[in-house]
Nanobody, 120 residues
């Protein structure tokens, strides 16, 4: 069973910072693209930041300069450092990854999500 386990969410005041982590657990050969999505109440899920296995990154326009995505390939872990948080960043944040599994091929997997609440 391959899983993504997120951690690091919580309640923070506007202007504060949080760091999210997501680790891939289970039997895999490699991890390809990884990313963080978020979904606020009543809104569609959106890509916040993505990172390729080679380290290329892309960001949602509204988080550029505030959020930084990074990964540790040796630990199969992706991070999202969130600074200068705003009330509008409040959402459930989901980790997503393309993992290569033996006999199965590439599989896209979602984490269960972690709540980030920013108080104004």
């Amino acid at each position: 069973q391959v899983q993504l386990v997120e951690s690091g969410g919580g309640l923070v005041q506007a202007g504060g910072a949080l760091r999210l982590s997501c680790v891939v657990s289970g039997s895999i050969l490699s991890v390809n693209d990884m990313g963080w999505y978020r979904q606020a109440p009543g809104k569609q899920r959106e890509l916040v930041a993505g990172i390729t296995s080679g380290g290329n990154t892309n960001y949602l326009e509204s988080v550029k300069g505030r959020f930084t995505i990074s990964r540790d390939n040796a630990k199969n872990t992706v991070y999202l450092q969130m600074n200068s948080l705003r009330a509008e960043d409040t959402a459930v944040y989901y980790c997503n990854a393309d993992v290569l599994r033996r006999w199965v091929g590439v599989v896209n997997i979602w984490g269960r999500g972690t709540q980030v609440t920013v108080s104004s």
